[in-house]
């Protein structure tokens, strides 16, 4: 029979050689402030979310951002939105000349003033010229021949509809209107404008706080579960030291990535941390079932034993599920959106660090914390009988 238990100390020394790098680059973060590290993106530093339609066709979000690298803004990150329409959704460092509504001055996709109209049957005359300010007289109203509404403006032409059906608004002036212009140039006007607001760095903070708070809550929770499910305290906090493990490889390794190859932290990175606890967890709890049930079944045996036994009883069944939800996961990887490639990564990185760890860490801490309460026993028992 394979002893894994008796081999646990290698299995400590591989896991203290991913982690620490990942330790080292991620107290970084704060110390080269910001330069190496931890990448957070704009939903954790506060920015600008700027979310268009192009009347053409929608560019790939590479060429999108090369045209805001070439703007200055290299660290933007652009990605495609599926819906009724293929929409680009830009988030860049906050920038200045979001509007509040649709923009009463012309711009250059041609788009109507709010308050403009034509009248109704209205006709330019050929070879006349309406003024603006030119106001209709009774006989000419009267006339067979129709003339200008007052209330048109020149060189005005209805709003292109929309997914919306209203009239869009768009920057003319300041940094946001430069990139509207240089976007425009390279594939053509922008018909819509779907969302734009500025982040603050009050949410952002608010929501760095709420995120660790959920992380912090979960742990507690699984501990409390754990020890009232098994009976034993010690279940609980080795699960919970696998835990801290698989938080820590895979925020080291986000750090890793966002200091050499620009990967960021999002709000789906989140989401991604509390499903990769979760993931591991069941896997703890699949095989300290399993120990509790070999403890009755093998009672005598030495408690490494017995933890060896049901390591081997569940291994193939933790590996196919671990290896069937990496195909999936593999396939979003190469083949899905940008959207969602940071999270499925992270997804990725955390399923083979809670695997690894629910079968190489949780249960070989367990066993050396039983032996050296064993230890401890027999030293406070023979020094009692002195």
């Known amino acids: 029979m394979f002893d894994l238990i008796g081999k646990r100390r290698w299995f400590y020394l591989f896991s203290a050689l991913i982690m620490i790098p990942g330790l080292i680059f991620i107290v970084l973060t704060p110390l080269s402030g910001g330069n190496a590290g931890l990448r957070f993106s704009i939903d954790f530093t506060g920015g600008t979310v700027w979310e268009i339609h192009f009347r053409d066709r929608t560019p790939l979000p590479s060429e999108v951002q090369d045209v805001m690298a070439e703007r200055g803004m290299p ?14 959704l830009i988030r860049t460092e906050q920038v200045s000349g979001l509007t509040e509504g649709p923009s009463p001055g012309p711009s250059a996709t041609s788009i109507a003033s709010p308050g403009a109209s034509a009248s109704p049957g209205a006709s330019a005359i050929p070879g006349a010229s309406a003024s603006p300010s030119a106001s209709a007289s009774p006989a000419a109203s009267s006339s067979p021949e129709p003339s200008a509404s007052p209330e048109a403006s020149p060189g005005a032409s209805p709003s292109p509809s929309p997914g919306t059906g209203g009239v869009i608004g768009l920057s003319t002036e300041g940094p946001l209107a430069e ?58 906090m080795t699960a919970i030291a696998a835990l801290i493990h698989d938080v820590v490889v895979v925020v080291g390794i986000f750090a890793i990535g966002g200091t050499f190859f620009d990967l960021e932290v999002d709000a789906l990175f989140v989401t991604a941390m509390l499903t990769v606890i979760g993931f591991s967890v069941h896997d703890t709890i699949v095989v300290y079932d399993r120990v509790r049930e070999n403890r009755i079944r093998h009672a005598g045996e030495p408690f490494a034993a017995i933890v060896n036994h049901s390591l081997l009883q569940t291994l193939g069944r933790s590996l196919n599920t671990s290896l069937t939800t990496l195909m999936v996961l593999l396939a979003l990887l190469l083949f899905g959106s940008d959207a969602i490639r940071s999270f499925v990564f992270a997804m990725v990185i955390g399923i083979i660090s809670g695997t690894y760890s629910s079968i190489f860490n949780a249960s070989a801490l367990l066993v050396s914390w039983h032996e050296w309460d064993e230890r401890r026993r027999q030293q406070q028992f023979a020094t009692a009988r002195r």
């Not at 212009?181 to 009050?202: C, K, M, S, T």
């Open 179 to 236: 990139l509207r212009f240089a976007l425009e140039e390279r594939f053509g006007p922008i018909d819509e404008v779907r969302q734009e607001a500025n982040i603050g760095p009050v949410i952002s903070a608010e929501l760095a706080q709420q995120a660790i708070l959920l992380l912090v809550l979960g742990s507690a929770g699984i501990l409390g579960w754990m020890t009232f499910r098994f009976a034993d305290f010690r279940m609980g």
């Open 75 to 88: 660290g933007s990150v652009a990605i495609t939105t599926a819906g009724e329409r293929e929409y680009v």
